[in-house]
């Protein structure tokens, strides 16, 4: 559950980042329209839903390890940024 939750992180901080190089096109590719630039980078139809149920599961098998959730998300989030900034 932790590693698929782990992936969606991946998905929404991609979609970040995208996000922020596409803020520099609004006029170019997206007709101005901040809305349009929002939906190119996140595909929320498709791991949002996903998102849910894996952090409703997570949240369900969380073992009380005395650890905050936010640790683990945290933590969770910091090893998906160094994947995607080393390209692994």
Same mark, same amino acid.
């Given at each position: ?13 991609k979609g970040i980042c995208y996000l ?8 170019s590719r997206h007709r101005g329209s ?15 839903? !996903? ?7 997570? !949240? ?29």
């Open positions: 559950t932790f590693h698929f939750v782990a992936l969606e992180i991946r998905a929404l901080l922020a190089e596409e803020i520099f096109h609004l006029q901040f809305w349009r630039a929002l939906s190119a980078c996140f595909s929320l139809h498709r791991h949002g839903p !996903m998102l849910l149920v894996c952090g409703s599961a997570y !949240m369900a098998l969380l073992d009380g390890d005395g650890q905050p959730l936010g640790l683990h998300l945290g933590l969770a989030s910091l090893c998906e940024l160094l994947i995607l900034a080393l390209g692994l």
